[in-house]
């Protein structure tokens, strides 16, 4: 996937996240969509750096990197978004473009990715982002509301309830 993408789906990532956090479509929820917005879009754009030094796809491209961002804010209290921005740019690198990205970098340098995947420069880049992106909110919407829902009632049949 190219920056904009990457941008776009950011974009739309936080503004759908914005929503499902916060439905009532007033200034709350404006709030939590710059509130996330922010530090996704930074996140999102992060692991491209690696083109201007180490090996594109890989050097920042892989687990450990996400491990990282996902211990920063309880390390040193805050960017508690960016590793959204990271896992999204993942997710549409591994989804979304042909080549995919060595996620157990440096101890292995495959690459992997989904046979769904489109070329950066193809036309249909932008309706794969849009797809990914689509497909990343539905699994938000379902870990926010339905899988509570699920331990909730799988609880109640354990207990006879």
Do not use: C
């Amino acid at each position: 996937m190219n920056k904009k993408g990457h941008v776009l789906n950011a974009v739309l990532l936080s503004i759908g996240l914005g929503y499902l956090l916060e439905p009532t479509g007033d200034l709350e929820t404006f709030r939590t969509i710059v509130m996330i917005g922010v530090p996704v879009s930074l996140g999102a754009l992060f692991p491209d750096v690696d083109t201007a030094f180490g090996k594109h796809r890989k050097t920042l491209h892989n687990l450990p990197i996400l491990a990282a961002f996902v211990a920063f804010p309880y390390v040193f209290g805050n960017l508690e978004y960016v590793w959204i921005g990271v896992l999204t740019h993942y997710v549409l690198d591994v989804a979304g473009s042909k080549r995919g990205i060595a996620l157990f970098y440096p101890v292995w340098k495959k690459e992997f990715g989904l046979p769904i995947g489109v070329a950066v420069s193809s036309k249909r880049a932008d309706l794969m982002m849009a797809f990914v992106t689509v497909a990343e909110l539905v699994l938000v919407a379902l870990i926010v509301f339905e899988i509570p829902q699920w331990g909730f009632e799988m609880g109640r049949k354990t207990l006879g309830i």
